[in-house]
């Protein structure tokens, strides 16, 4: 079974970076989706940046493309979110989800594995 643990939320100012690690382990399959998603209070879960795992495509949500990062480090199976140019409305938990093979969606419904995820805050 596939687990994730994500790491590195924070409280920051407007215009600050972070980034954001996500361990993956337990998988059995060589070739995956890796995706960021976010949920502020109040709101649905939405889709912000995924990645495939073997040729390392990756795609975003308009809201974050221009200023946020995804990638990954096969050594480590970790993949990780670069966030520059942080705004409050990018207040927000977290959350780093897996499928296996390339689904190319941002659906959340399309990702079945889920980390348990990380606040961000960002203040004004």
């Known amino acids: 079974q596939v687990q994730l643990v994500e790491s590195g939320g924070g409280l920051v100012q407007a215009g600050d970076s972070l980034r954001l690690s996500c361990a993956v382990s337990?998988?059995?399959?060589?070739?995956?989706?890796m995706g960021w998603f976010r949920q502020a209070p109040g709101k649905e879960r939405e889709f912000v940046a995924a990645?495939?795992?073997?040729?390392?495509?990756?795609y975003y949500a308009d809201s974050v493309k221009g200023r946020f990062t995804i990638s990954r480090d096969s050594a480590q199976n970790t993949v990780f979110l670069q966030m520059n140019s942080l705004k409050p409305e990018d207040t927000a938990v977290y959350y780093c989800?897996?499928?296996?093979?390339?689904?190319?969606?941002?659906?959340?419904?399309?990702?079945?594995?889920w980390g348990q995820g990380t606040q961000v805050v960002v203040s004004s």
């Open positions: 989800a897996t499928n296996r093979g390339w689904i190319n969606s941002r659906s959340v419904a399309d990702f079945g594995s």
């Open positions: 337990g998988r059995t399959f060589s070739d995956y989706t």
């Open positions: 990645i495939r795992w073997t040729a390392g495509s990756r």
